[in-house]
């Protein structure tokens, strides 16, 4: 069975540019997360899904963040201007809510902005 | 809301020897426990995890402990390897079916011959 898929793996930004990350969950899982990583830090909640629905976006930054899941599978975040602050790991995991929560994340995307 | 507080930042053991990270919560309603690793340049592993209807689960060399009266659980590797150096993360969460993690600040842990 695939593991959790991210793309970029890496991404390099001046302030001010945007980027967007893509996530592929495990197949068949209905619930879907994105996480920050700062350096050195633990992973922090930015938004979760639960097939297409928003369940918790209350810690993403809204006015430049943004995420969807338009068909309950794949997952786009993006950061429509970046600031040097997001410069962090993105983790997305996902799980399948009937099967006792267990979260599965997939390799990240290093972000830099300079 | 709810934090996770990783009480131990670094971990030196030696081969062979065992090793303890403990964490400790905020909110009664937290009911999940899983540890994560996570290895130089690499995403988090799930390792083992706790629900608070048990105070004990063992899988091989790892075993958890939950505590829900002092809010503490903690991860606990007998003979340990190499191969277990890493930062462990703990992380809690409100179990009714697919809630967020809220995750320690981390524990890397280094293991010597």
């Known amino acids: 069975e695939a593991g959790v898929t991210q793309s970029p793996r890496y991404a390099v930004l001046q302030e001010g540019q945007a980027v967007s990350f893509w996530c592929d969950p495990i197949?068949?899982?209905?619930?879907l997360y994105w996480y920050q990583q700062p350096r050195d830090q633990g992973p922090q909640l930015l938004v979760y899904?639960?097939?297409?629905?928003?369940?918790?976006n209350s810690q993403l930054p809204s006015d430049r963040f943004s995420a969807v899941r338009p068909k309950g599978t794949n997952s786009t975040l993006k950061i429509q201007s970046a600031k040097q602050g997001d410069t962090a790991t993105y983790l997305c995991?996902?799980?399948?809510?009937?099967?006792?929560?267990?979260?599965?994340f997939g390799p990240g995307t290093r972000l830099l902005v300079l | 809301g709810e934090k996770v507080e990783q009480h131990e930042s670094t971990l030196s053991v030696r081969e062979g020897d065992s090793a303890v990270i403990n964490c400790t919560y905020t909110d009664t309603a937290s009911s999940y426990f899983p540890w994560y690793k996570q290895e130089a340049g690499k995403s988090l592993h799930f390792v083992i995890d706790?629900?608070?209807?048990?105070d004990r689960k063992q899988s091989q060399r790892l075993t958890v402990l939950l505590d829900k009266k002092a809010k503490r659980f903690s991860l606990h590797i007998t003979a340990t390897q190499p191969e277990d150096s890493a930062i462990y993360f703990c992380?809690?969460?409100?179990?009714?079916?697919?809630?967020?993690?809220?995750f320690g600040t981390g524990t890397t842990v280094s293991v010597s011959p």
């Open positions: 899904f639960r097939d297409e629905a928003v369940i918790d």
């Open positions: 197949s068949g899982h209905d619930t």
């Open positions: 995991a996902s799980s399948f809510m009937a099967n006792q929560d267990t979260q599965y």
């Open positions: 706790i629900r608070s209807n048990v």
């Open positions: 992380a809690a969460s409100m179990n009714q079916g697919g809630r967020a993690l809220i």
